[in-house]
C-alpha cells in the first residue's frame, strides 16, 4: 500500500479513487489503515463532489471504528451529517443508508469520551430518534442507544425499560446483525448475575450460526467467565483457547484481550494471564483507542496483578514498562492508579461513582478455580509455601513432639521423613539440645539415606559408618547391623566409585545371622531383621542388573528368588505387608525378564502397600502395574487401577513426578479404551502438573498428545490452539521428528477447522522440512497433507503438484492404497477449480484440466487391477470408492450419459454382493436417480431405480443401504 501522500497523488479520477478506495478497504483495521482512509479523504476533497467526500468520510468511520481509534468517528460523523443536512440531494439511496448505519456507532464513541457532557450525548440521541421517525425506519436502533447510555451511567431502571422496549422494536434493514445484539444483551443478563440466561443467548453465536466481523471473538470472551461460574468448564477452557487466537494483538479487541487475561487470574492460570500481559505491554504504555477501553483493559491487567500479589510474586517481573520496575506491585500501582483515574473523569461527566463502583467491584473478584487446566504452554506461577517458623520460637514441648514425628515417619518409609528429622535438627539446633547418642544415630541414619539416593555415595557411606558406631556404643545392635546392610547396596551401586569399601561391615551371611541372634535375645527388633532381608533382596538385583553374561544371569536369578523367598517367609511370619510388597515387586520384574505373566505379582504389590498404609509406593507400583496392562492389551485393566490410585499420587510421594506420570499413563489407557473424552482431561491435567514442576520436557510431551486427541475427537480448533504456541518448544525438547508430527496434528486441525490458507502454509513447510530428512514414511504423510490443504485453499497448481509428489512418495514405500486415494484427491483438486481455470487461464486451459482429472480416475483403476489386500489396501473398498467417485467427476464434468452408465454397472456389480459395501452401493444407485431425474427429466425412471434397489437391498438384510437410499428418495422429493 502506498504512504498516504502517495494515495492523493494517485487520486485524479472517479477510477483512480475507485481503485485507492479498494485499496484502504483491503488493508487490516489499525492505524496505518485509517491515515490511509485519511489520505483517501483529502483526496476526494480535491478533486470530487459530495458523493465522493461522503464516501470517503464513511471509510474513515469504519476504519476508525474497527481500528482502535472509534473516538475519533464523531467528528467524521458530524461533518457526514452536516453534508447530508445540507446536500439531501446528494446522496443515493446507498449513501443515504450508510448515513443511518454509521449513525448507531456515534453514542458508544461518545460515551467512550468522558470530556463529552451529557447533555450533548442526549441531543443527540433525541436527534437520532428525530432522523429515525422521519425517515420511517424502525426505533430498536434507537432504544439500543439509550440502553447504552443508562446502562454506563448506571441507571438500572431506565436501562431495564429500554432494554425491554430495544427487544420489542420491529427489526429491519438498519437493524444491528443478530450476533452484535446477542452480545450486549448476554452482557446486560451476565452483570446482573444471570449467567445462564447470558449463555443462553450467546448460543447461536458460540455455535457459529451468527457471526460477523465482531463476532464470535468479542462474545467469546464475554462467554468465559459465565461458563466457569456454571461449572461449564471444558467449554470455558475451549473458548480461551479459540478465542484468544482470534483477538490476539488487535488494537480494536483490547478489551477482550483484557477479559482472557481476567479468566486466566480467576482460573489459576496466573502464569498464562502474564505470558498475555506482557505480549500486550505496549498498551499499558500508551493509549488504545478511548478512554474506555483504556480503562478495561487496566481493569483486566489489575485483575492478574492483585492475584500475583497476593500469592506472594509482588517482586516477580512481568513486563517492561517504562515507569515502572516492571514488576507486579509496580505495574498493579500504575494499572490501578491510571484506571481509577480514568473512572473518575467518568463519574465527574456522569455525576456519580457508578464508574468507579464498577471497576472496583471487578478488582475484588476471588478465583472462581484453584486451577483449571487449559492445556497451553505456559509458566505457571506457584503459591510461595508458607514461612517456617523460626527454630528460637520453638518450645521444648515442640521439640518433643517434632522428634516423636521424625520416629514415626522413618520406619514407614514416609516421604516426609527426611523433611521432619531435619526440623526436628534445626528446632534441636536453635535451642542449643545437645542429641543422645540414639537420636544422633538415627538423625545420621536418615541423612545418609538422603545422600546415596542423591548419587552421593562415599558421603553416605561415612554417615552410615557414624551411626553404626552410635547404634552399637547405645545397644541397638538389630539397628546397627540395618545400617551396615545398607551401606553394602551403596558399594555394590553401579554408579558408586570402584574404591568405596566398608571395612567396618561383615559379610551379608554373617550379618543375617548374627541380626536373627540379635532378635532372639532381644537386642534387635523383627522389623531390624527384615531390614537385613530387605537388603539382600536389593543386592541380589543389583548383581542381576550388573551381571554380563547368560552364565551369571542365571546364577542371579536363581539367587534373586531365593533371596525373594527368604524374605516372603519372614514377611508372612511377621505379617510385614511393606516386605510382601517389596517380594511381590521383585518376583513381577524376574517373570516380565523371562516373559512369563506378572500381573498377579503386581496387583499383589499394589494391594501390600495399600494395606501398609503406603500409598505413596503402592503409586509407583500402580503405574508399573498400569504400564504392564496396557502393553499387555488390557486398557481398561489399566485405567482401572490408575484411577483408583489418583488420590493417593496427589499425596506425599517419593517422587513427585509419580502424578504426573499416572495421569499420562491414563490418558494413554483412556484413549485406548476408545474413551476420548476421559483422556483428554487427563491430558490436560498432566500438562498442568508436569507445568507446575517446572518439567518443560514431560509438559510439551502431554500437550502433543493432547492435541491429538482434541484432533481425534472432533475438537480440531482447540488442538490448533494448543499446538500454535507449542510447537517450537516440542522440537527443541523433544526432537526434529516429533516436531515434525507436531506439525503435521497442526496444519490436520487447521485444516478440520476450515482454516485451510493457515494448514497449507504450516503444512507445505513441514513437507519441505521434512525432504530435508531420511524418514521416508513422515515425507510421504507430509506431503499428502500438504497437498490437501493446498487443494482445499484453492491454490490448486501448488497442490497439482504436491499431490504428484505425494503419489511419488507413496508409490515408492509400496503404499498402493495411498496412491489410489492421493491419485482420486488429484483428480478432483482439477475438477473443482475448472471453472476458476476458465476465467483465469482460459476454456481450452480448463477443458484440458477437466480431461486429466478424469484420466486420473482411470489411472487409479488401473493401479487397483494389479494389487492385492494389504495393510493398506482393501482391495474391494478402494475399487468400489473409485467406481462412485469417478462416476461422480463424470456428472461433474457435464458427461451425464457417461455418468449413468458407470454409476449403473457399477451398482449392479455390487448389489450381487450384499450386505457388503453396501453404502458404496446406496450412493451409486443414488447418483443414477439423480442423473435420471434433474439431467435426463425422468422422474418415473429415477423412482423406480430407487424403489427396485431399496426392495433389493432389503431382501439382502442391507439395513444400512436401505436408510441411505430413503434419505435420497425424500430428498428428491
Given at each position: 500500500m502506498t504512504e498516504p501522500h502517495g494515495i492523493e497523488d494517485l487520486v485524479v479520477d472517479a477510477d483512480s479513487y475507485a481503485r485507492a478506495r479498494a485499496a484502504v478497504r483491503?488493508?487490516?483495521?489499525?492505524?496505518?489503515?485509517?491515515?490511509?482512509?485519511?489520505?483517501?479523504?483529502?483526496?476526494?476533497?480535491?478533486?470530487?463532489?459530495?458523493?465522493?467526500?461522503?464516501?470517503?468520510?464513511?471509510?474513515?468511520?469504519?476504519?476508525?471504528?474497527?481500528?482502535?481509534?472509534?473516538?475519533?468517528?464523531?467528528?467524521?460523523?458530524?461533518?457526514?451529517?452536516?453534508?447530508?443536512?445540507?446536500?439531501?440531494?446528494?446522496?443515493?439511496?446507498?449513501?443515504?443508508?450508510?448515513?443511518?448505519?454509521?449513525?448507531?456507532?456515534?453514542?458508544?464513541?461518545?460515551?467512550?469520551?468522558?470530556?463529552?457532557?451529557?447533555?450533548?450525548?442526549?441531543?443527540?440521541?433525541?436527534?437520532?430518534?428525530?432522523?429515525?421517525?422521519?425517515?420511517?425506519?424502525?426505533?430498536?436502533?434507537?432504544?439500543?442507544?439509550?440502553?447504552?447510555?443508562?446502562d454506563h451511567t448506571g441507571e438500572k431502571d431506565s436501562a431495564e425499560r429500554e432494554f425491554a422496549a430495544w427487544l420489542a422494536a420491529g427489526r429491519d434493514e438498519l437493524t444491528d446483525c443478530d450476533a452484535c445484539e446477542r452480545r450486549e444483551q448476554g452482557r446486560w443478563y451476565a452483570e446482573h448475575h444471570k449467567d445462564a440466561d447470558a449463555l443462553e443467548v450467546f448460543e447461536p453465536t458460540l455455535s457459529g450460526m451468527r457471526t460477523c466481523s465482531e463476532e464470535p471473538q468479542l462474545t467469546i470472551a464475554d462467554s468465559m467467565l459465565p461458563l466457569v461460574r456454571l461449572g461449564r468448564l471444558d467449554e470455558a477452557r475451549a473458548n480461551h483457547l479459540r478465542g484468544y487466537r482470534l483477538v490476539r494483538g488487535k488494537v480494536s479487541t483490547c478489551a477482550s484481550v483484557a477479559q482472557h487475561i481476567e479468566f486466566c487470574a480467576l482460573t489459576g492460570n496466573e502464569g498464562r494471564g502474564v505470558e498475555i500481559l506482557a505480549e500486550h505491554r505496549a498498551w499499558l504504555a500508551s493509549p488504545v483507542d478511548s478512554a474506555e477501553t483504556q480503562m478495561m483493559f487496566h481493569g483486566g491487567a489489575a485483575v492478574l496483578l492483585r492475584r500475583l500479589v497476593?500469592?506472594?510474586?509482588?517482586g516477580t517481573t512481568v513486563a517492561d514498562v517504562p515507569g515502572t520496575d516492571g514488576t507486579a506491585a509496580g505495574l498493579l500501582a500504575l494499572v490501578e492508579r491510571e484506571a481509577f483515574a480514568l473512572a473518575a473523569r467518568f463519574d465527574a461527566r456522569n455525576g456519580s461513582d457508578f464508574v468507579s463502583t464498577q471497576l472496583r467491584a471487578r478488582l475484588a473478584q476471588e478465583p472462581l478455580?484453584?486451577?483449571?487446566?487449559?492445556?497451553?504452554?505456559?509458566?505457571?506461577?506457584?503459591?510461595?509455601?508458607?514461612?517456617?517458623?523460626?527454630?528460637?520460637?520453638?518450645?521444648?514441648?515442640?521439640?518433643?513432639?517434632?522428634?516423636?514425628?521424625?520416629?514415626?515417619l522413618w520406619p514407614a518409609g514416609h516421604p516426609d521423613a527426611e523433611a521432619a528429622w531435619e526440623r526436628y535438627a534445626e528446632a534441636a539446633e536453635a535451642q542449643g539440645v545437645t542429641l543422645t547418642d540414639e537420636v544422633a544415630a538415627e538423625l545420621a541414619r536418615c541423612r545418609a539415606s538422603a545422600l546415596l539416593s542423591g548419587g552421593r555415595f562415599a558421603e553416605g557411606v561415612e554417615l552410615f559408618r557414624q551411626a553404626v558406631e552410635l547404634f552399637d556404643r547405645v545397644g541397638r545392635l538389630g539397628a546397627a547391623h540395618a545400617a551396615r546392610a545398607h551401606s553394602l547396596i551403596a558399594v555394590a551401586h553401579p554408579e558408586a566409585p570402584s574404591d568405596l569399601a566398608v571395612p567396618w561391615a561383615s559379610d551379608l551371611d554373617?550379618?543375617?545371622?548374627?541380626?536373627?541372634?540379635?532378635?532372639?535375645?532381644?537386642?534387635?527388633?523383627?522389623?531390624?531383621?527384615?531390614?537385613?532381608?530387605?537388603?539382600?533382596?536389593?543386592?541380589?538385583?543389583?548383581?542381576?542388573?550388573?551381571?554380563?553374561?547368560?552364565?551369571?544371569?542365571?546364577?542371579?536369578?536363581?539367587?534373586?528368588?531365593?533371596?525373594?523367598?527368604?524374605?516372603?517367609?519372614?514377611?508372612?511370619?511377621?505379617?510385614?505387608?511393606?516386605?510382601?510388597?517389596?517380594?511381590?515387586?521383585?518376583?513381577a520384574q524376574l517373570a516380565m525378564t523371562a516373559g512369563e505373566p506378572a500381573e498377579a505379582e503386581l496387583r499383589t504389590a499394589v494391594a501390600e502397600c495399600l494395606r501398609a498404609q503406603r500409598p505413596w509406593q503402592a503409586v509407583e507400583l500402580g503405574l508399573m502395574l498400569g504400564e504392564y496392562l496396557l502393553h499387555s492389551g488390557d486398557p481398561a485393566g489399566a485405567e482401572s487401577v490408575l484411577t483408583e490410585l489418583l488420590d493417593a499420587a496427589r499425596g506425599p510421594v517419593d517422587d513427585p513426578a509419580h502424578y504426573g506420570n499416572l495421569l499420562v499413563t491414563l490418558t494413554?489407557?483412556?484413549?485406548?479404551?476408545?474413551?476420548?473424552?476421559?483422556?483428554?482431561?487427563?491430558?490436560?491435567?498432566?500438562?498442568?502438573?508436569?507445568?507446575?514442576?517446572?518439567?518443560?520436557?514431560?509438559?510439551?510431551?502431554?500437550?502433543?498428545g493432547l492435541a491429538s486427541l482434541l484432533r481425534d475427537r472432533g475438537r480440531p480448533s482447540d488442538a490448533a490452539a494448543v499446538l500454535e504456541e507449542s510447537v517450537a518448544e516440542i522440537e527443541e525438547l523433544m526432537g526434529p521428528e516429533a516436531g515434525l508430527h507436531a506439525r503435521y496434528v497442526l496444519g490436520s486441525s487447521l485444516l478440520a477447522s476450515g482454516q485451510a490458507a493457515d494448514a497449507a502454509e504450516v503444512l507445505v513447510a513441514a513437507a519441505a522440512q521434512a525432504a530435508e530428512g531420511d524418514n521416508a514414511d513422515s515425507q510421504a504423510l507430509l506431503a499428502a497433507e500438504a497437498a490437501h490443504a493446498l487443494s482445499a485453499s484453492r491454490r490448486y497448481r501448488a497442490a497439482e503438484e504436491a499431490f504428484t509428489e505425494a503419489i511419488r512418495l507413496a508409490a515408492a514405500l509400496d503404499r498402493p492404497g495411498a496412491v489410489v486415494r492421493l491419485t482420486r484427491a488429484a483428480a478432483w483438486n482439477l475438477l473443482e477449480v475448472r471453472h476458476t481455470i476458465a476465467a483465469t487461464e482460459g476454456a481450452a486451459e480448463a477443458d484440458a484440466a477437466v480431461q486429466a482429472a478424469l484420466a486420473m480416475f482411470s489411472d487409479a483403476t488401473a493401479a487397483l487391477e494389479s494389487a492385492s489386500d494389504g495393510p493398506d489396501l482393501n482391495l474391494a473398498h478402494e475399487r468400489a470408492v473409485t467406481e462412485l467417485q469417478w462416476a461422480q467427476a463424470l456428472w461433474t464434468a457435464e458427461r451425464t450419459g457417461d455418468a449413468l452408465d458407470r454409476a449403473d454397472r457399477a451398482a449392479t456389480r455390487l448389489e450381487a454382493g450384499l450386505p457388503d459395501?453396501?453404502?458404496?452401493?446406496?450412493?451409486?444407485?443414488?447418483?443414477?436417480?439423480?442423473?435420471?431425474?434433474?439431467?435426463?427429466?425422468?422422474?418415473?425412471?429415477?423412482?423406480?431405480?430407487?424403489?427396485?434397489?431399496?426392495?433389493?437391498?432389503?431382501?439382502?438384510?442391507?439395513?444400512?443401504?436401505?436408510?441411505?437410499?430413503?434419505?435420497i428418495r425424500e430428498s428428491m422429493g
Open positions: 483491503g488493508e487490516p483495521y489499525g492505524t496505518a489503515r485509517s491515515a490511509h482512509a485519511e489520505a483517501l479523504l483529502a483526496a476526494a476533497e480535491r478533486i470530487g463532489g459530495t458523493p465522493m467526500i461522503a464516501d470517503a468520510l464513511v471509510q474513515t468511520i469504519v476504519s476508525y471504528n474497527y481500528g482502535g481509534e472509534s473516538h475519533k468517528s464523531t467528528v467524521s460523523m458530524a461533518r457526514l451529517l452536516r453534508m447530508f443536512d445540507e446536500q439531501p440531494g446528494e446522496f443515493d439511496e446507498e449513501l443515504t443508508y450508510q448515513v443511518f448505519w454509521h449513525l448507531k456507532w456515534v453514542t458508544s464513541s461518545l460515551l467512550a469520551v468522558p470530556e463529552v457532557p451529557l447533555r450533548t450525548i442526549r441531543a443527540f440521541l433525541d436527534d437520532m430518534e428525530r432522523r429515525f421517525r422521519t425517515a420511517g425506519h424502525s426505533l430498536r436502533p434507537v432504544h439500543k442507544c439509550r440502553f447504552y447510555l443508562y497476593a500469592l506472594g510474586h509482588g478455580l484453584d486451577a483449571l487446566p487449559l492445556g497451553v504452554r505456559s509458566t505457571l506461577v506457584a503459591a510461595p509455601r508458607p514461612a517456617t517458623p523460626a527454630p528460637t520460637t520453638t518450645v521444648a514441648a515442640d521439640i518433643d513432639e517434632l522428634l516423636e514425628r521424625a520416629r514415626t554373617t550379618l543375617t545371622a548374627e541380626t536373627a541372634d540379635y532378635v532372639t535375645q532381644g537386642s534387635a527388633l523383627p522389623i531390624e531383621y527384615g531390614a537385613v532381608l530387605g537388603a539382600r533382596l536389593i543386592l541380589a538385583r543389583v548383581a542381576l542388573f550388573r551381571a554380563e553374561d547368560e552364565a551369571a544371569r542365571a546364577a542371579a536369578r536363581a539367587r534373586t528368588a531365593e533371596e525373594a523367598d527368604r524374605l516372603a517367609a519372614a514377611a508372612a511370619e511377621h505379617d510385614w505387608p511393606h516386605r510382601l510388597a517389596q517380594v511381590a515387586e521383585v518376583r494413554n489407557a483412556a484413549a485406548a479404551n476408545g474413551r476420548l473424552d476421559p483422556a483428554i482431561e487427563y491430558a490436560l491435567r498432566a500438562a498442568h502438573e508436569f507445568d507446575r514442576l517446572g518439567d518443560r520436557h514431560g509438559a510439551a510431551h502431554c500437550r502433543l459395501l453396501q453404502e458404496t452401493y446406496a450412493h451409486l444407485v443414488g447418483l443414477a436417480a439423480q442423473i435420471d431425474q434433474y439431467a435426463h427429466g425422468k422422474p418415473e425412471e429415477a423412482a423406480a431405480r430407487l424403489a427396485a434397489a431399496t426392495s433389493s437391498a432389503r431382501e439382502r438384510d442391507a439395513a444400512e443401504a436401505v436408510a441411505i437410499l430413503d434419505e
